[in-house]
């Protein structure tokens, strides 16, 4: 019946060269997506290819776009990439972001004439910790009820985003604001400093740089990471070893929370200076597929950031010069997982094309 | 009128002289990291029991899987009735009339008896079953065709295997193993059972690599060794288990050296009145256990498997817990902790070898260094947090070096190793641990003899140094090799203990029925 | 319209795609595959089942196309999870963004746009009944339908050779193997169906339920449906009861207007989601129950030599 044109058999040695096939291949597929899927809406393909890979580098702002985006991406897949090497599945950064971004903003709007610089780091605090809180919840659930993290995660997602249009539009909107839903702009110690004047990006990827390099270290060498993996790759061997199941759920989350909570105060405190109803185009879910074309791990993650945020940003240049839906970029989101995935079976099995293997006569 | 169906036997039996029912020539299969065929022919004629005997890892399970279609050759040629077929897929080898009783069961738990056997016939469940208990009468295979799979003990399991595969009419069978999930008592009827169906024409293909039972059961046997065919078409009848050995294994089979135990007088790990029910609904209730280990001895736990080992093997662990308040039903060097962790439990002196290598004991992604780790780490493998590589990389060289690991070195990954020298890897880890006490769960299980072998001398020598040894195992040979003496299980229930001199098989294999428990004289293998 | 009738309609309506695609997903679970794309696929069937209903007005067509779409979609997820043992948690989800950004990409010319609602089918004489007689019998067809699926889908799972070598394939894929089943095939088709399933609910939400296009337009729907299937422990019976308890939370909203109390539509917006993970939590805490009836493969990478 279906017997398949190719072998999939399981690899005994893992190769050194062969992940990077995978995120090469997706990456490449996506650029020829791209131009195919503008091609079709009447860019012409050089224009297309233009818009969505050279643009993002052909300024000074561009780049600078580019870095101010990819701080989020990198600092929320860190942190969601310790959890999905402990299988433990948080598709909530998106809510987690938006509480960040909530808890960041109370200090801000609160004291809004504050001159204290010790502002921004309790601001940091505050919405870590309310990421944190909020991955809490699904981690409790998970841990104490068995409810499975994926579903819990999603659902919180959407009521964060109640909850924030909630605050926006009530309690924490801009008293003079017009009734616009917004809250007041936030004083300059709130503010992350900018670069390069002129430009938007700021000292959060700095931040989130340091961050992988700390991902690294845990995940790499810490005895913590190491019973995360075990817990991820084989869990009957790490309830054998004794390494606590509960402990690797809460762990993962908290991580990826506090991450994704720190991400949504850069937001606020970064490009938008003020709490809005839209805070995040995607970050969170965008930081998923960034997780995981890096391969989980935290230098390719680097690279994965990177090139996420070339997309948003081509896809924002293709927005504004040639009329293409912003909805672009999240079908090529979707291209650059899907084909990651599938171009794993090359990094993860052996793939022999025929059916047969041939044994020359009087082999073994 | 289904007697007649069945009943197929073309001419008088006269197995030898007839055409070949199957034939293989040349037979050759490869995996990534071994060639497990290699050139394999034999042949078997109808009515014939032809057993296929070759110790764990001699390719045995390969070749009847490539019989039955499961998988395909890279070479050579099957012939059955004479013509060379390629036989796709299992179901068309049961359209050729090939059928095949698996080793480890390829039955669905959540299904009952009826619809498991009817996925294999065209059938619908509800019209099996009057033929269900027909063919159960005719060849003294009882069994429910209501019932569900997981309600089952392994025996009744068998039965339905075999009853789905003689409903399909096979003029060969194929059994794998048939006798390793069967108490001694349940053997006869197996044999007579096969023994029927060669009466009738059919061929049996019978796997084992026990030798008394090839003896006295089947007319020729072909023997392999390493993939190959060392003796096509030998009668077994004629050898002696000695001469089988060799042929097996290439020399003779090594005996650990013991001598008689000195066990001390305090025990170093008690179980007291431990009853548990699990979690799983398809697990076993363990009822009222109570054991004692002492330091120098070897105690052994016997049964046939699914009476409950794996619960009791995971309690004794601490890889499933028992809730605080029973804390104390388990007591490892006068501490109670029937609450504690595997950790906890480690850092009292205890240490387990469990019945999965791949994913429980190691990690198959990870090298051997990163499996030490696993529950090495407490012993100096990491210091404030983070591991200490180098310390790791020496530990795992100790254990390749000390055990005979056979392996590319310690960044091999533990999935390219093979089961028995992965097994050895994780004895020689648990051993350099230290430990006052070890628990090994079916710890030869699909090891090569010489593996075996190496295994059980470590497992006397600890036992001369001083530790506590439990081993569980459905090997009864293997205890009453090494044991100084045995528990029974049986459906949770622990016997009362046997001294190594007053274990004969009559005994024990009465125990394995549930002998010891008042009321159930020669009580039945099988759960209500 | 008396408050009544509003509300048990409302809960059909809000009902009818939920079962619709929580019964295909319930398939593609039971052998064995955790498809988390269903938002995704309901999204896309909605953006195409609008656009064939702006432009042909045949609303059976549109539902038909809506799922076949949706389907062709799943048919990626299939070749990923299957063809090359693709992680299923993660391939669902990036499947899930890629029907999501497509739908946005191919209804972008709609959005916002209005169609005519799909013709009612009142039944004879029920839905004259009094009190209840609007509200249950006065729907389109697809409403009346929903169930007779269920019902449909229960027979062919329990009582069905097909069935069988569906639920076998979930609990054993090594075991079906050994047997002679096509592990990969099965799963192919369960997969096909539970993506038109979703796309026939996705398309019913745009051209029947909202008649409206708007990007966004699920909302979440897909993963409640996902969360409906575990609460409802596999099981088509508790589906159905499942779905319909859903829709009653996701009309809340209505019902607390129609009570006059002032309380923040976010906070009636999020009951669904909030009943949702109660529900989990409720379900998940009977471990047994799981285990007796999920699908012992779920979610596994099923992996064989050849």
């Known amino acids: 019946m279906m017997r398949l044109p190719w072998v999939i058999e399981t690899k005994t040695e893992r190769s050194t060269s062969a992940p990077l096939i995978a995120p090469f291949a997706a990456v490449a597929i996506t650029v020829c997506a791209g131009v195919i899927i503008l091609s079709i809406l009447g860019v012409s393909p050089g224009k297309a290819l233009f818009f969505l890979y050279f643009a993002p580098f052909s300024s000074g702002f561009n780049i600078s776009e580019v870095f101010l985006k990819m701080g989020p991406l990198l600092l929320i897949a860190q942190g969601l990439a310790i959890g999905f090497r402990a299988k433990v599945w948080n598709i909530g950064a998106e809510g987690q972001l938006l509480l960040g971004a909530i808890g960041g903003s109370l200090l801000p709007i609160f004291f809004n004439d504050s001159q204290n610089p010790l502002m921004l780091p309790a601001m940091a605090l505050v919405g870590g910790c309310f990421g944190m809180g909020w991955a809490a919840i699904a981690a409790w659930l998970r841990a104490r009820y068995n409810a499975n993290e994926i579903l819990v995660t999603l659902m919180l997602n959407s009521i964060a985003l109640q909850l924030l249009f909630y605050l926006v539009s009530g309690p924490l909107r801009d008293p003079l604001g017009f009734n616009f839903p917004q809250s007041a702009l936030f004083p300059d110690v709130g503010m992350l400093p900018i670069l390069f004047s002129g430009f938007r990006v700021n000292i959060s990827i700095f931040f989130a740089i340091g961050v992988s390099l700390l991902a690294w270290l845990f995940v790499e060498r810490s005895m913590t990471g190491y019973k995360l993996e075990v817990g991820g790759t084989a869990p009957d061997a790490a309830r054998y070893a004794g390494f606590s199941e509960a402990r690797a759920i809460w762990l993962s989350l908290l991580i990826g929370g506090t991450a994704a909570g720190l991400a949504g105060v850069f937001e606020v405190a970064g490009p938008l200076g003020q709490l809005q109803r839209v805070v995040s185009p995607g970050y969170g879910f965008a930081a998923i597929i960034v997780a995981f074309l890096g391969g989980l791990r935290a230098i390719g993650i680097l690279f994965a950031a990177f090139f996420m945020a070339v997309i948003f940003v081509g896809g924002d240049i293709a927005q504004t010069s040639a009329g293409v839906p912003f909805s672009v970029n999240i079908v090529l989101q979707g291209i650059l997982l899907v084909t990651y995935l599938a171009a794993r079976v090359f990094v993860d099995y052996r793939v022999r094309f025929g059916t047969r293997r041939r044994i020359p006569a009087g082999a073994g | 009128m289904r007697n007649q169906e069945l009943d197929i036997r073309p001419s008088p039996q006269n197995a030898g002289a007839e055409a070949p029912l199957l034939e293989l020539v040349g037979v050759t299969k490869a995996f990534p990291a071994v060639l497990a065929n290699d050139n394999v022919s034999l042949k078997i004629a109808p009515g014939e029991i032809h057993a296929i005997l070759g110790e764990n890892g001699a390719g045995k399970s390969t070749l009847v899987k490539t019989i039955y279609g499961v998988l395909a050759p890279d070479a050579g040629e099957i012939r059955w009735r004479g013509e060379a077929v390629e036989i796709r897929n299992p179901a068309h080898a049961r359209a050729l009339g090939i059928g095949m009783v698996f080793q480890h069961f390829s039955l669905f738990e959540t299904l009952t008896v009826a619809e498991n056997i009817s996925l294999a016939t065209p059938k619908t469940a509800a019209k099996l079953v009057p033929s269900i208990t027909e063919i159960g009468e005719r060849f003294g295979l009882p069994v429910d065709p209501h019932a569900l799979v997981h309600s089952l003990s392994v025996g009744e399991r068998q039965r339905v295997e075999i009853i789905r595969c003689l409903l399909q009419d096979p003029r060969l069978i194929i059994m794998d193993e048939p006798t390793s999930v069967l108490p001694p008592s349940g053997i006869p009827a197996l044999f007579e059972t096969i023994r029927r169906l060669a009466d009738q024409g059919r061929a049996v293909l019978f796997i084992s690599h026990k030798l008394e039972e090839i003896r006295a059961l089947c007319h020729k046997a072909t023997i392999m060794r390493g993939g190959k065919v060392v003796t096509e078409a030998v009668d077994p009848t004629q050898e002696t288990n000695e001469s089988l050995a060799r042929l097996m294994i290439g020399r003779d089979i090594p005996h650990p050296r013991r001598a008689a135990a000195t066990p001390a007088d305090a025990a170093a790990m008690e179980v007291r009145d431990l009853t548990y029910v699990p979690a799983d609904p398809f697990g076993t209730t363990l009822s009222d256990v109570s054991l004692a280990l002492r330091p120098g001895e070897i105690v052994g736990i016997a049964g046939v498997s699914g009476n409950g080992q794996k619960e009791l093997a995971a309690i004794l662990s601490g890889e499933t817990l028992l809730p605080p308040r029973q804390q104390d039903r388990i007591v490892i060097n006068g501490r109670s902790c029937g609450a504690a962790d595997s950790g906890k439990r480690r850092d009292l002196g205890f240490a387990f070898v469990p019945e999965e290598r791949h994913g429980r004991g190691a990690v198959p992604e990870m090298n051997l260094k990163k499996n030490v780790i696993l529950t090495a780490h407490s012993f100096g493998l990491a210091n404030r947090g983070f591991i200490k590589r180098p310390a790791a990389r020496a530990f795992a060289k100790q254990c390749i070096d000390q055990m005979d690991v056979h392996c590319s070195g310690w960044d091999a990954e533990a999935r390219s190793l093979s089961g028995g020298n992965l097994q050895k890897f994780i004895v020689g880890r648990e051993i350099r641990l230290g430990p006052k006490i070890l628990l090994a769960a079916q710890p030869t299980w699909g090891v090569d003899v010489g593996a075996a072998a190496a295994i059980r001398q470590h497992l006397v020598d600890l036992r001369d140094n001083g530790v506590a040894i439990l081993i569980i195992s459905d090997e009864l040979e293997e205890l009453l090799e090494i044991a100084d003496r045995l528990h029974v299980i049986f459906r949770g229930h622990l016997s009362p203990s046997i001294d190594r001199v007053d274990a004969d098989s009559a005994l024990i294999g009465d125990f394995m029925t549930g002998g010891f428990l008042p009321g159930q004289p020669n009580g039945e293998a099988v759960p209500s | ?306």
């Open chain 3, 1 to 306: 319209m008396d408050t009544l009738t509003f509300l048990l309609s409302g809960t059909l309506l809000a009902a009818t795609p939920l079962l619709i695609a929580a019964l295909g997903e319930l398939v593609v679970e039971k052998a064995g595959v955790l498809n988390l794309s269903i938002e995704g696929m309901m999204a896309l069937g909605a953006a195409v089942g609008f656009i064939v209903v702006s432009n042909t007005e045949s609303y059976w067509l549109a539902i038909f196309i809506g799922g076949l779409v949706a389907s062709a979609l799943s048919v990626v997820f299939a070749a990923v999870v299957l063809l090359t043992l693709g992680n299923q948690v993660a391939t669902g989800i990036a499947v899930g963004i890629l029907g999501l950004g497509l739908s946005a990409l191919i209804g972008q010319p709609y959005e916002s746009m209005t169609v005519a609602p799909m013709a009612r089918l009142p039944i004879p004489l029920l839905s004259e009944l009094p009190i209840v007689g609007r509200g249950l019998f006065d729907h389109v067809a697809v409403v009346y339908l929903a169930p007779l699926l269920a019902v449909a889908v229960w027979f062919m799972l329990m009582k069905t050779k097909l069935g069988l070598i569906v639920r076998a394939v979930g609990e054993s894929p090594e075991s079906a193997h050994a047997i002679g089943y096509n592990v990969n095939a099965i799963r192919f088709a369960a997969i096909l169906f539970g993506g038109f399933m979703a796309g026939v609910a996705g398309a019913f939400i745009s051209v029947a339920s909202t008649t409206l296009w708007a990007n966004g337009l699920i909302a979440g729907r897909g993963w409640i449906v996902v969360a409906l299937v575990v609460f409802a422990t596999w099981r088509s019976g508790r589906i159905v009861i499942g779905a319909y308890l859903f829709g009653a939370a996701t009309i809340g909203e209505l019902l607390v207007q129609s009570f006059g109390l002032a309380i923040p539509s976010q906070l009636l917006t999020s009951v669904p989601f909030i009943a949702t993970i109660i529900a989990i939590v409720l379900l998940s805490m009977d471990g047994r129950s799981i285990r007796l009836n999920a699908p012992v493969s779920l979610g596994r990478v099923y992996h064989v030599t050849q």
